[in-house]
Nanobody
Framework: VQLVESGGGLVQPGGSLVLSCEGS????????MSWYRQAPGKERELVAV????????DYGASVKGRFSIARDNLKNTVRLHMNTLQPEDTAVYYC???????????WGQGTQVTVSS
């Protein structure tokens, strides 16, 4: 099982970035996919989540209206579109898969996003 994130980097405040996560080794469409983030000295927090078939999604309060999650079950990928980025969005972003039978959780290795001028 693998979750491989990509797309992190340095962006200026007000800019945009798209993170991608490709899953392999499990039944991707049977899992809710989420993005979490963890800033230095802070707890990991949920950024966005989407259901197995992408018909439902939800967002953390701090990113609602700025970020968008989208999955492609044919390509086993989930993306996080991040707009109007602010310095407080700086964190390591992690891809998460939750689901299956028995209920199982997988994590990616994380990708760094830094918002700075």
């Amino acid at each position: 099982v693998q979750l491989v994130e990509s797309g992190g980097g340095l962006v200026q405040p007000g800019g945009s970035l798209v993170l991608s996560c490709e899953g392999s080794g499990f039944a991707f469409s049977g899992y809710a996919m989420s993005w979490y983030r963890q800033a230095p000295g802070k707890e990991r927090e949920l950024v966005a989540v989407t259901s197995g078939h992408g018909d439902w999604s939800d967002y953390g309060a701090s990113v609602k209206g700025r970020f968008s999650i989208a999955r492609d079950n044919l390509k086993n990928t989930v993306r996080l579109h991040m707009n109007t980025l602010q310095p407080e969005d700086t964190a390591v972003y992690y891809c998460n898969a939750l689901g299956g039978a028995p209920y199982t959780e997988y994590w990616g290795q994380g990708t760094q996003v830094t918002v700075s001028s």
